[in-house]
């Protein structure tokens, strides 16, 4: 339906307000010209009024307080406040040959699967990339790193779920999947889910949000005359995103209690993975991080530890050589958990601890910003930084909690990153086949079968609806498997 001239006249005098208010009022500067439709003026101001014009000030000046903190940060010389210190809170290891600690990761694996079964776990998936760095014109997602089944990372996913579903008693639909795409991808993704019937499982959708691009003093930048140059928050821009689409109310409605987040871009991920959701529930923690240890100081991943006296992720360059090199009496690394995004979170936890302080964790970047030159009437793309996009990073809620609990597994089993083009030596669909290819190796090996042919092979698969974790491949024992192969 056709909107009236006095539904836009309504608008425009409410978004101008606003945007007085805000100091904002230059982004108005084309809305009288008779030149643009008055679609193009509606739509234009439904964008306006969708921004926390009101919010816009604060949001910058604690981002440039953070990034002036942390242009004279000298890691040697900090305050109390600001030292940094290993994690003292809950953790344990997957990788342990502590009989006690097996012992209880056993019983948190219980306690994880008596949640999916009680219908507590939620899986909840950051699915905003895209597949540009692999030379793929898509949604990072919908990538096939060349297996012989040709699935892509979201049915992997898909397809783990599911037979979490399965083994938990409660069906192919036990556990929602709940996925937060971009304003990008979101179509794409929404409808390649629909072309496979959501691969039998519960999916529920909700777009990343998006907030405009500043010029340093905070001013708004128009892209075109009726457009306003906007970003993606970050991937901590799904905790505002999972309010305003009602997720946590959803959540809530269904009885979720736990939530299991994890990147597209892992093709080994673990969703509702039921030791580390058990793990972190037998802890009684409010959020948790599973964690790889660093393989060596210089490796650049960011680690958990602790900033005056509360959890959080320290960057590999905020640490002093010393201390990235300091080694405990296990011989491991001190600051050695490395963050790969993976994490739980209770519900009560987001609702009534991070939600309230979504308004104090954004972050500069400074970028090119295409802005609109009103002396030449277009559309213009700067050579140097002009402009600051705001973003978050999902792990800033982490000083927030009182009791986090960490849990370290083992690479080779759980990560498997697919970030950088075919026949990049780290990182991309080659090394992640081989890794996928080893798991399935190693499953059938402990099966009891034995492996004959190719045994080097990056093609073996055993596919996630035959086994989630491993189990289930009995009937392999005493036989002889030609690898490569597929179960």
């Known amino acids: 339906m056709k909107e009236s001239p006095q539904e836009l006249g309504d608008l425009l005098t409410s978004v101008t307000k606003r945007c007085e208010a805000a100091g904002q009022s230059h982004i108005l500067a084309h809305i009288s010209d008779d030149a643009i439709s008055e679609e193009d003026k509606l739509s234009f101001l439904k964008s306006v009024e969708g ?7 604060d949001f910058l000046k604690s981002a440039l307080e953070e990034e002036e903190k942390l242009k004279n940060f000298d890691p040697a010389n900090v305050s109390a406040e600001e030292q940094i210190e290993p994690f003292s809170g809950k953790s344990a290891s997957t990788t342990t040959t502590d009989a006690a600690q097996i012992e209880s990761l056993t019983e948190s694996h219980k306690v994880g699967m008596d949640a999916v079964q009680n219908g507590q776990v939620a899986a909840l998936l950051l699915a905003g990339g895209q597949g540009t760095r692999l030379g793929f014109d898509g949604p990072k997602g919908m990538y096939d790193i060349g297996l012989p089944s040709g699935k892509t990372l979201f ?10 579903g399965q083994l938990s008693g409660k069906g192919d639909k036990a556990i929602p999947f709940y996925i937060m795409t971009s304003p990008l991808n979101h179509k794409v993704t929404t409808e390649y889910f629909a072309k496979h019937d959501n ?16 010029t340093p003093e905070g001013k708004m930048i128009l892209e075109t005359q009726t457009s306003i140059a906007v970003a ?15 997720i946590i109310s959803d959540m809530k409605s269904r009885g979720i209690k736990y939530i299991h987040a994890f990147g597209v871009d892992n093709a080994l991920v673990k969703p509702a993975d039921p030791t580390f959701v058990g793990y972190c529930i037998h802890s009684n923690a409010d959020c948790g991080n599973k964690v790889l240890w660093k393989t060596s100081p210089g490796e650049k991943v960011g680690v958990v530890a602790s900033k005056g006296g ?7 360059s905020d640490i002093s050589k010393e201390m990235s090199e300091r080694r405990g009496e296990d011989g491991r690394l001190v600051f050695g958990a490395g963050n790969i995004c993976n994490h739980f979170y209770t519900v009560d936890f987001l609702e009534n601890v991070v939600v309230p302080n979504l308004g104090n964790m954004y972050h500069v970047a400074r970028k090119k910003i295409p802005y609109y030159d009103t002396e030449k009437k277009e559309t213009v793309k700067p050579t140097a930084n002009n402009g600051i996009k705001l973003e978050s990073f999902i792990f800033d809620v982490f000083p927030l909690s009182v009791k986090m609990a960490v849990l370290d597994v083992e690479r080779k089993d759980e990560f498997a990153p697919v970030k950088n083009p075919p026949g990049t030596d780290s990182d991309s669909p080659d090394t992640a086949r081989m890794l996928f ?3 399935a190796k190693d499953w059938l090996t402990k099966a ?6 190719d045994t080097k092979s990056d093609l073996c698969e055993v596919h996630p609806l035959t086994s989630y974790n491993g189990e289930g491949l009995e009937q392999w024992k005493g036989k002889t498997v030609n690898c490569p192969f597929t179960v």
């Not at 999916?203 to 405009?212: A, D, E, K, R």
């Not at 509360?310 to 590999?316: A, T």
């Open 232 to 246: 993606p928050d970050g991937n901590g821009g799904i905790y505002p995103a999972m309010v305003k689409h009602g």
């Open 448 to 453: 009891g079968a034995t492996l004959v042919g």
């Open 437 to 439: 290819s080893n798991v």
């Open 310 to 316: 509360k959890p959080c992720i320290v960057e590999y």
């Open 199 to 214: 691969f039998g499982i519960d999916v529920i959708f909700f777009p990343q949000g998006t907030l405009p691009a500043l």
């Open 51 to 57: 921004i926390p014009l009101e919010k816009l000030s």
């Open 155 to 164: 049915e992997f996913m898909a397809e783990r779920i599911k037979k979490l």
